[in-house]
């Protein structure tokens, strides 16, 4: 059955920024009085995950809440960072420019929805995508691995789950496609540990698995 949606997540998938992520989390905790975390535990434990998950595993860790301006203090550094700036993952713009000539596209994120707008203007595709093609955690009530923002997303963009395909680089995100009942993809372009998310994305029912946007493009070409 040929495929009529294609929903992408944002961060290690579109936009090389997984780093910029887990350094305003680090950012955030240090004003937030917690400075024992660093980037390598922050992949570790958060990579794909909402910026509520992190918030409350810090929590349970630490043993006491985070001030209420946890969140705000990560949005204002990634806003800074973003300033920086941001680049897409090589060859995403030309793999989603050619996808959008076939079929329908949309964005699906764990991330805030005011970073992950800002991310996608930021590295060119806005106007491939458009504001009401970009959903976000804080519209469903629970973010992935949950499978309720690809469903959400299938949705809005009226495609039924069994015609979507996804592609993610986190195992949460992975994990979430799987659930949902569409066909997973996994990229591995910027992950941090290649063979061990390869690893875990097969572990989690993810049967496709590619290093980079061109060979996903002819795998696609294929169905």
């Known amino acids: 059955m040929k495929p009529e949606l294609i929903i992408i997540d944002c961060d290690g998938t579109l936009a090389d920024s997984e780093t910029m992520h887990q350094l305003a989390v680090i950012g955030a905790l240090e004003r937030c009085g917690v400075s024992r975390?660093?980037?390598?535990?922050?992949?570790?434990?958060?990579?794909?995950?909402?910026?509520?998950?992190?918030?409350?595993?810090?929590?349970?860790?630490?043993?006491?809440?985070?001030?209420?301006?946890?969140?705000?203090?990560?949005?204002?550094?990634?806003?800074?960072?973003?300033?920086?700036?941001?680049?897409?993952?090589?060859?995403a713009l030309d793999s989603v420019m050619e996808f959008s000539k076939h079929y329908k596209i949309c964005v699906a994120s764990n991330g805030e929805a005011e970073t992950v707008k800002e991310t996608i203007q930021s590295i060119g595709m806005m106007n491939l995508f458009g504001q009401n093609h970009i959903f976000t955690k804080n519209q469903v009530a629970l973010g992935k691995p949950a499978p309720d923002l690809f469903l959400f997303a299938a949705n809005q963009m009226g495609i039924s789950p069994d015609k979507c395909i996804v592609i993610e680089d986190s195992i949460a995100g992975a994990m979430a496609g799987v659930a949902a009942g569409m066909l997973t993809i996994g990229i591995t372009a910027v992950s941090h540990s290649r063979l061990e998310t390869t690893e875990n994305m097969k572990k989690v029912g993810v049967q496709h698995i590619f290093q980079s946007w061109p060979e996903i493009v002819t795998f696609i070409k294929t169905l």
């Open 37 to 91: 975390y660093d980037v390598e535990f922050c992949f570790e434990h958060f990579v794909g995950r909402g910026m509520t998950y992190v918030q409350q595993f810090i929590e349970k860790r630490e043993g006491r809440a985070l001030s209420p301006n946890f969140i705000p203090f990560y949005i204002e550094l990634c806003q800074k960072l973003l300033l920086e700036g941001m680049k897409p993952i090589p060859h």
